[in-house]
């Protein structure tokens, strides 16, 4: 048979099979960017012209051929149907026939797996780390750096109804996730400091690392890992700006998970519940509050130095603490006692 590019004979051992016809691998390429594709899987095709699926997306050929007019062939596409489990209904890029058994479900819409790629950066998605502006899909990386979080938020208008059929699967109900904005559900949720977020949209804005709650940090609304947020110096910030505590029962979900009850935490000032108490010199502190007011190494109560002031205590580490001279003058001040409350000599 003949390649379809080059028209010159192509051997079965040499063949790559896309729409019926033959190719040979080094023509199999991307009519826009060249590009070799190792197989069918990877193209798409619009009048008889083949490109790689991010070409097609930037085209906008999907568009175009969800526009096309398609005359259905009787029987053609029984074999197909058979294996994949029969039924079937457009894709949402290519426009093909997508099976049961092959479907990746989004917003209502069928996809097949190679086809749900991000627009921008051509990266494979599972529905749960993708989203969409305008009808066009995105990884989460490509969403937030442009700024689509934004866009979204100005261009939504809020429906009510359409996603009932996930929210059953969660369990019903659902709050807008404070980063991203589209619905999280009750059974999906992770909550910090009284936000709903998804599990992965809850992450240090400084280091992208996923977190947990216990493992979070939080600065005029911008979350961060614990040591992202120590190294930018924000445990001093926030010590600075918090001048009064919060109203009454507002915490009563925590104080029930730690125990009840609760005083201010030195350093953060923030509530510290019994559960999670770290005391020293008579003050209380979160774990990842009580750190060395130098090096901000963590800290436990007996590796813990502490210089008393008026109204509290400075910790240090042992290290910092011998290099600052704290434990020469701890030294030295029974001495200078003893020697104030001894008779002066006649």
């Known amino acids: 048979m003949s390649c379809t590019i080059c028209s010159k004979t192509v051997y079965p051992a040499e063949t790559i099979q896309f729409e019926k016809r033959a190719y040979h691998v080094e023509c199999f390429k991307c009519h826009t960017c060249a590009k070799k594709m190792e197989g069918a899987a990877q193209a798409s095709e619009f009048e008889g012209i083949i490109y790689c699926r991010h070409c097609f997306q930037k085209g906008g050929f999907n568009q ?11 029987g053609t596409a029984s074999s197909a149907s058979s294996k994949f489990g029969g039924g079937g ?45 305008e009808d066009n899909l995105f990884c989460s990386k490509c969403f937030k750096e442009g700024g689509y979080t934004r866009k979204q938020a100005a261009a939504r208008g809020g429906g009510t109804g359409k996603a009932s059929a996930i929210s059953k699967k969660f369990g019903g109900g659902g709050n807008p996730c404070t980063v991203c904005e589209k619905t999280v559900y009750s059974a999906e949720t992770v909550a910090y400091e009284k936000k709903a977020y998804h599990a992965d949209c809850f992450k240090c804005s400084e280091c992208s690392k996923k977190m947990t709650p216990s493992g979070a940090a939080q600065f005029e609304g911008t979350l961060f890992c614990t040591k992202c947020f120590q190294a930018g110096g924000y445990t001093r910030k926030q010590a600075a700006t918090a001048k009064s505590g919060g109203g009454g029962g507002g915490s009563s979900k925590f104080a029930g998970k730690f125990g009840g009850g609760g005083s201010k935490c030195y350093r953060c000032e923030k509530t510290v519940y019994p559960a999670e108490t770290v005391p020293f010199e008579k003050q209380v502190f979160h774990a ?11 800290l436990t109560p ?20 011998a290099e600052g001279g704290h434990n020469r003058a701890k030294i030295d001040a029974p001495k200078e006692e003893a020697a104030a409350e001894a008779p002066a000599e006649e």
């Open 89 to 133: 209904t457009p894709c949402k890029i290519c426009a093909k026939t997508v099976y049961a058994a092959e479907t990746v479900a989004y917003e209502k819409q069928s996809y097949h797996a190679e086809c749900f790629c991000c627009s921008k950066c051509s990266k494979k998605m599972t529905p749960s780390s993708a989203a969409s502006f």
């Open 64 to 74: 175009k051929q969800r526009n096309t007019q398609w005359t259905k062939k009787e």
């Open 302 to 321: 007996s590796k813990a130095e502490g210089k008393k002031k008026e109204n509290g205590v400075d910790v240090y580490c042992s290290k910092c603490w």
């Open 288 to 298: 990842d509050c009580f750190t060395c007011l130098t090096c901000n190494i963590k």
